[in-house]
């Protein structure tokens, strides 16, 4: 229908004439032969993209071949440390992994005849390489760093690959893994001459991965070279973290800047930040002997986690019977109170057999913990290590375990729990390291943390540390083995202080000795556990032989409702945890 002008009725001038042209441009095309048609265009370009196709190709190539004549791929050789691309062969599933900015980089271009045409003449790859993958079967995400190229330094897309592979592991709610061989991206002073001016620092992917570790999205870290300002932030960020003995450093600036900022010279990468130093200071989780027993600690831990904190944790057949006895678990606690044991021991006997895997073993002695798994189910072990410093909780110690819960929260594991605990560390050494301040983070982690914790108690419980242990979850879930032995205070010193007024009138009658020995073996009367059971004071003791059942009946409950319930308020928003 037109208006009395000729134009269709409801338009415009402006959108009549548009038609108008379109309708003649149509026209005049559909008269046209089709050689006449594809003249418009350039015939030398292939119909199907094979130029696009073969210069990708060609770039991706170059990206995925060593160079044995470049100097930085000779060094890597010579250090004894493996290429990028081998790095990823041996962590992941074979033939899985699919790259992310398979062609990022810089490239020198040159124009050849043609309509806008040119090809590469020279190519340097992004030497951060990610992108997607399988380890066990399972997706994940992986970076890894190619130290040959620049040193580990930032270059072409590097950050913004960073920042990519951080947002979709949100996106996605899968792991990432980070091999990290140099600064991750980090900035050089020579960027300053290349781009003409300087730039205020930036760190744009922290903001996720401080998210990633909230959500419980695994993030596990291998330091295989040096690890060097950002890449050192970026491993030490991650819920696990394990350096190579052989060829992995970690430092916030290198022997150079150090030397020309604090005059420490002659440092080399390991007096610097070598496995000695951070793997027992709490930076570095755990030490491997070598790149390929980092990437089976990897493999390890990730087999307990989910693949976000919206997740339970994964479960496995077990064919080790829930209710196998060990009569060696009733006399592993000596009956003489001072005398020590092997609490580690006891974790390997009542867990699923060759499941334990110890975390932090070289740093904070006073605890141990780790993960392993009961009847199949994942479940987070603490236990306390009388073996050193008498089991009293020292700040370093107080630190890994208040790690460790977070960790566990985050990701859904229920806890068991070793108890044997005679207080925090006491004397100079511990008020010097601030012993109860860490000791009270240690009580925020425990109060502030929702997951599930069951306490096994073996031994002793006294003072602030073994209050905080065991009444930290309404109503407790614990039994207690009949070498118990608990209190506010130790019997030794104890007596001292609550029978002061007494001793001194004894000392000065000449029979201290005696007197301290009737007030002592009273007190040990009092203290028998059955005493604390027939007041209800403690729930159950129970023949240690049985304390694997126990614990498999336990873990099982844990994941079926609760789990399930844990999991709704996680996806609700109901429930959040932290680790930062």
């Given at each position: 229908?037109?208006?009395p002008t000729g ?6 001038n402006?959108?009549?004439?548009r ?5 003649a441009?149509?026209s005049k ?10 003249d418009?265009s350039d015939?030398s ?7 696009i196709?073969t210069t990708?190709s060609?770039l991706?190539?170059i990206?995925?071949t ?11 050789k010579?250090a004894?440390?493996l290429?990028?691309?081998e790095r ?14 398979s062609v990022?980089g810089t490239?020198?271009w040159?124009?050849i005849e ?9 190519f340097?790859?992004s ?8 380890l ?5 995400l992986?970076?890894?760093d ?7 330094h930032?270059?072409g897309?590097t950050?913004?690959?960073?920042v990519?592979?951080?947002k ?10 980070k091999?990290?061989?140099?600064s991750?991206?980090?900035g050089?002073v020579?960027?300053?001459k ?5 730039y ?18 695994p ?5 295989v ?9 970026r ?5 696990f973290?394990?350096?190579?003995a052989?060829?992995g450093?970690?430092f916030n600036?290198?022997?150079k800047?150090v030397?020309?900022?604090t ?6 990468f ?10 027992t200071n709490g930076?570095?989780?755990n030490l491997?002997?070598?790149e390929?027993?980092c990437?089976?600690?990897i493999?390890t ?9 919206l997740e339970?944790?994964?479960?496995i057949?077990?064919?080790?019977p829930?209710?196998r006895?060990d009569l060696?678990?009733?006399?592993i606690?000596?009956?003489r ?6 609490s ?9 057999q060759n ?6 073993a070289?740093w ?8 392993a ?11 306390l290590n009388c073996?050193v410093n ?6 370093q110690?107080?630190q890994?375990l ?8 985050v990701?859904n594991?229920?806890v068991?729990q ?15 390291t601030?012993t ?5 983070e240690?009580a925020?982690a425990?109060?502030?943390?929702t997951m599930?914790?069951?306490?096994v108690i073996t031994?002793?419980?006294?003072g602030?540390?073994g209050?905080i242990m065991?009444?930290?979850?309404d109503?407790?879930?614990?039994v207690?083995w ?6 506010s205070?130790?019997?030794?010193g104890g007596?001292e ?5 007494e001793?001194?009138e ?10 301290y020995?009737a007030?002592e073996?009273e007190?040990?009367?009092l ?6 059971a ?8 129970i023949d240690?032989k049985?304390?694997?059942a126990i ?7 844990m994941?079926?409702i609760?789990?399930k ?7 609700s928003?109901?429930l959040?945890?932290?680790f930062?």
């Open positions: 229908m037109k208006d134009k269709p009725a409801g338009l415009s402006k959108a009549a004439g038609l108008t042209q379109i309708s441009h149509v095309t559909s008269t046209q032969s089709p050689t006449l048609q594809n418009k015939h370009l292939p119909a199907d993209h094979s130029d196709l990708l060609t991706r190539q990206a995925s060593p160079d044995p004549t470049r100097r930085g791929y000779v060094r890597q010579q004894g440390k290429w990028v691309r990823i062969d041996q962590l992941l599933d074979p033939g899985t992994f699919r790259e992310v900015g990022s490239v020198k040159e124009p043609g309509y806008a045409r040119e090809r590469p003449i020279s340097i790859p030497n951060n390489i990610q992108g997607t993958g399988k066990q079967g399972r997706d994940v992986l970076t890894a190619d130290f040959s190229i620049r040193g580990g930032a270059d897309a950050i913004e690959k960073t990519y592979i951080e979709m592991a949100i996106a996605l709610k899968l792991p990432v893994i091999l990290v061989d140099g991750s991206g980090g050089s020579t960027t300053i290349r781009v003409g001016w300087s205020l620092p930036q760190i744009p992917h922290l903001r996720q991965v401080v998210q990633q570790l909230n959500m419980g999205i993030n596990l870290g291998a330091v070279g040096p690890a060097i300002g950002l890449g050192a932030a491993v030490v960020a991650c819920h973290s394990v350096m190579a052989d060829i450093s970690l600036a290198g022997p800047v030397e020309g900022a005059f420490e010279e002659g440092l080399d390991q007096d610097l930040g070598g496995p000695l130093m951070h793997c930076t570095i989780d491997a002997a070598n390929v027993e990437f089976q600690q493999r831990v990730l087999g307990y986690l989910p693949n976000s904190g339970a944790p994964p479960v057949p077990c064919n080790d829930e209710n006895e060696s678990l009733r006399s606690i000596p009956r109170q001072a005398r020590m044991y092997n580690r021991a006891i974790i390997d006997i009542v867990v699923d499941s334990w895997f110890e975390i932090g070289l904070g002695k006073t605890a141990i913990n780790g993960l798994r009961l009847a199949g189910h994942p479940v987070g072990i603490i236990s073996e008498g089991g009293a909780l020292d700040a110690g107080s890994k208040t790690r460790f819960l977070k960790l566990c929260d990701m594991i229920p068991v070793f108890v044997d605990v005679p207080g925090y560390a006491i004397g100079t050494i511990a008020e010097r601030a109860m301040r860490w000791g009270v240690l925020k425990y109060y502030s943390t599930p914790i069951f306490s031994r002793r419980v006294f602030v540390a209050g065991i009444g930290a979850r109503p407790p879930m614990q207690a009949p070498s118990g032995h608990w209190g205070l130790p019997l030794d007596i202080v609550g029978h002061r007024h001793l001194m004894a000392e000065k009658a000449g029979n201290k000795a005696e007197v020995q007030l073996e007190y040990k009367r203290m028998n556990p059955v005493r604390t027939n007041a209800f004071g403690v729930e159950e003791i240690p049985d304390t694997r614990c498999c009946a336990w873990i099982r409950h994941y079926g609760n789990m319930e844990r999991l709704a308020n996680r996806m928003g109901k959040q945890t932290s930062t």
